[in-house]
């Protein structure tokens, strides 16, 4: 250790070798236990009093290079196509966008979000992500075009796993006529024979976009004040290693430190945040935050700017084995317009892989590294894809649990574990063999309770080929995020498992 200090695990095996000795009372190990408290409440003393001054940086640190890429703190920009800084609300996949909006007159029946216009392969609707409350049916839309207004047919069009709730992602398809010269550039829905001018939505034109890169990332909407800023920041930085170029993340509710780190994401250009102020009560009135008008939309915002979409949550990764990037596992298994990852579960309550202290502070290949980027190894962040190496031996089915990469501008709909629908003729599906790469999911026991544990099991180290350069990429984004830190803090405890 760079400090010279012993740690808490140091103390403690003291203690427990002096249990074990014939002859030591209870009265003695407590004594030492209560020394042992005092001491480390101390050494914390210090490092608190350390940490919270802006200025001072340990000496045996080397700072990270990832801050000489920032500029002021208050940098708002993002970087554009052609390498022009723009702010934040010129962010062309942000843009344009309005929130959710109720329509009026329709008693909190029908909320609208966004709309595209979709002409792939005989179609030509203008697409509208809506929530619609279920057996309810819009029967019209009003078009603008240039200086004249259209009144259309509708066509709804329930999104799957809706699980039977009040309200329901929806897709509202507005028919735009044949002999009709130039895009639509706006639309409103006629909710009882009345349309609600306040609730209109531009049309985004899913052609003639610009070029953003080889994949985008789509996840579902932050929710009860989502706050682990450092698994988030492995996320992103995990997916980055393995090619992803954009993020797309949909905002209900984060915590401050989450902001923080969404705030500097969309200032270096990797990441979009979209407003999700959800109009309906999660799980009780729509499914889980209303996820499937979110993936939906993130795909169609997709469409002619990326070659690739993911679509995952923030504790699953779709890690490729034998490859080194996600790009380079899909050219090795062909041409699809869907690529299917088996889910397998790497559960939290597992211990964690002691290995990690020989590759970052042992005496391995990376001997030092994690001194000279966090100093004590108790600073050291705790990462997922690190440290939880122990998962269950037998994946689910694909079609159960999975997740997927896909090229969007073939789908239509998009599930959670699955792609509903594919462009007339374009569902070529693969299920990737498990040899290939799996979705490794880092959580607590899905229904509660532990029994999730009694499961065959078996370690995989296949993420630690990715260690080194993750832990570094973390470090730095970490420091830059909170330079007062100079680490990013503590994600919150798990909360109780029933």
């Not at 970087?79 to 309005?98: K, Q, T």
């Not at 979709?118 to 200086?147: F, M, P, W």
Request: proline fraction near 6%.
């Amino acid at each position: 250790m760079s400090t010279g200090k012993p740690t808490i695990a140091t103390y403690m095996r003291w203690i427990w070798r002096m249990y074990l000795r014939p002859g030591t009372t209870k009265a003695v190990v407590f004594v030492c236990m209560f020394l042992v408290a005092g001491i480390m409440f101390l050494q914390n003393q210090e490092k608190f009093q350390e940490t919270s001054s802006l200025d001072l940086v340990p000496v045996d640190v080397e700072r990270p290079k990832a801050l000489d890429v920032l500029s002021s703190g208050d940098s708002k920009g993002v970087i554009g196509v052609n390498g022009a800084i723009l702010s934040i609300d010129e962010d062309p996949i942000r843009e344009p966008f309005s929130d959710w909006l109720s329509v009026e007159h329709s008693n909190r029946e029908l909320f609208v979000y966004a709309s595209y216009l979709d002409q792939r392969k005989g179609l030509r609707y203008v697409r509208v992500i809506a929530i619609i409350k279920r057996k309810k049916k819009v029967s019209h839309c009003e078009l603008t075009i240039g200086n004249q207004t259209l009144t259309v047919p509708a066509k709804n069009k329930i999104i799957r796993e809706n699980w039977n709730l009040l309200y329901s992602a929806a897709f509202v398809l507005c028919d735009v006529p044949k002999n009709v010269e130039g895009p639509p550039e706006s639309v409103a829905l006629v909710h009882g024979g009345k349309v609600d001018k306040s609730s209109t939505v531009p049309v985004q034109i899913l052609t003639n976009r610009a070029y953003h890169g080889n994949m985008s990332v789509c996840i579902k909407p932050f929710h009860y004040e989502f706050n682990r800023a450092v698994w988030l920041v492995e996320f992103v930085e995990f997916y980055r290693l393995l090619g992803a170029s954009h993020f797309i993340f949909y905002n209900h509710t984060v915590g401050p430190d989450v902001q923080r780190v969404l705030e500097h994401y969309q200032s270096e250009g990797v990441a979009t945040v979209l407003p999700w102020a959800l109009p309906v009560k999660s799980q009780n009135e729509i499914r889980t935050e209303g996820i499937f008008a979110a993936l939906n939309d993130c795909n169609y915002r997709s469409i002619g700017r990326f070659n690739f979409t993911a679509h995952v949550d923030v504790d699953e990764f779709l890690v490729p084995r034998g490859y080194a990037k996600l790009l380079d596992l899909m050219s090795g298994l062909g041409n699809y317009n869907t690529y299917v990852f088996q889910n397998v579960f790497f559960y939290l309550y597992w211990e964690n892989d002691t290995t990690v202290h020989d590759a970052m502070f042992g005496e391995g290949p990376s001997k030092n590294l994690g001194t000279s980027l966090f100093g004590e190894e108790s600073l050291a962040p705790y990462l997922l894809t690190v440290y939880k190496t122990r998962r269950l031996s037998r994946p689910h089915k694909p079609g159960t649990r999975s997740k997927f990469i896909v090229r969007p501008e073939f789908v239509v709909e998009v599930g959670n574990h699955n792609v509903w629908e594919h462009i007339s003729g374009a569902k070529k599906v693969l299920n990737v063999p498990p040899n290939k790469g799996l979705s490794h999911h880092y959580r607590i026991c899905e229904f509660g309770g532990f029994d999730c544990l009694k499961g065959k099991n078996e370690i995989d180290r296949t993420t630690h080929q990715w260690m080194v350069p993750l832990t570094r990429r973390v470090a730095e984004q970490c420091w830059a995020i909170f330079p007062t830190l100079q680490r990013c803090p503590v994600a919150p405890p798990l909360g109780s498992p029933w």
